[in-house]
Structure formats: C-alpha cells, structure tokens
Nanobody
Framework: QVQLVESGGGLVQAGGSLRLSCAAS????????MGWFRQAPGKEREFVAA????????YYTDSVKGRFTISRDNAKNTVYLQMSSLKPEDTAVYYC?????????????????WGQGTQVTVSS
C-alpha cells in the first residue's frame, strides 16, 4: 500500500510562489511516475504536471507551463511542485498521485494512488 501526504499549501497573493511537497511511504518510489492534479470548487479534477521515474521526463498542462516546475528526490521519496507567478485561477485543492508507469501521463485514471490534497488559495 502506498500512502501519499501533501504539504505546502496555503494562502498567497497573486504573483507569489509556493512549493508543494508530496511524501510517499513506499520502498519502490523510484519506480513510480508521479503527478500533480488539482480541483477547483465546482470544477472537475484536472491534470497539472507529471514526472516519470525512468528518465525524469516532465509534462505540464498548458496553463502552468513556464510557471510551475515538477521535480522529484528519490532518496527522500518526495515529489515537489514549485509554483511561481501564481494567479487566482490556480486556486484549488492540489493532489499528488502515483502511477505504476514508465512514462508521464495526464489521465488520472492511470494513477493508482492518491493523497488527501492540500489547499492552495491565490488572492487577487
């Protein structure tokens, strides 16, 4: 069983930055593709970013390209999402997810494990 625990959310002004962390309790963390998703009130969950384990290839949704950076530290079983130039439309609950894949994926149905989420609120 894989447990994922997100942290780092909070309230920030537009233009500010936050770094989200997701700690995984699994021995084979280095073999999972990791992703970040978000869900705003009244909206469906959407893909944000993913990083593969095999070549650390990254993939982002268009709305965050150039502003968000996903990275991973396999020694710490942790994946990060550095968010900069935040906008009010980035406000959402952010979820970390793990997929037993060797490639990046934006389809949430391909992810096997999910965290509980962390709230990010960007004020205008």
């Amino acid at each position: 069983q894989v447990q994922l625990v997100e942290s780092g959310g909070g309230l920030v002004q537009a233009g500010g930055s936050l770094r989200l962390s997701c700690a995984a309790s699994v021995r084979t963390f280095s073999r999972y593709t990791m992703g970040w998703f978000r869900q705003a009130p009244g909206k469906e969950r959407e893909f944000v970013a993913a990083i593969s384990w095999i070549d650390r290839n990254t993939y982002y949704t268009d709305s965050v390209k150039g502003r968000f950076t996903i990275s991973r530290d396999n020694a710490k079983n942790t994946v990060y999402l550095q968010m900069s130039s935040l906008k009010p439309e980035d406000t959402a609950v952010y979820y970390c997810a793990a997929a037993a894949l060797d490639r990046v994926a934006a389809n949430g149905n391909l992810y096997n494990y999910w965290g509980q989420g962390t709230q990010v609120t960007v004020s205008s």
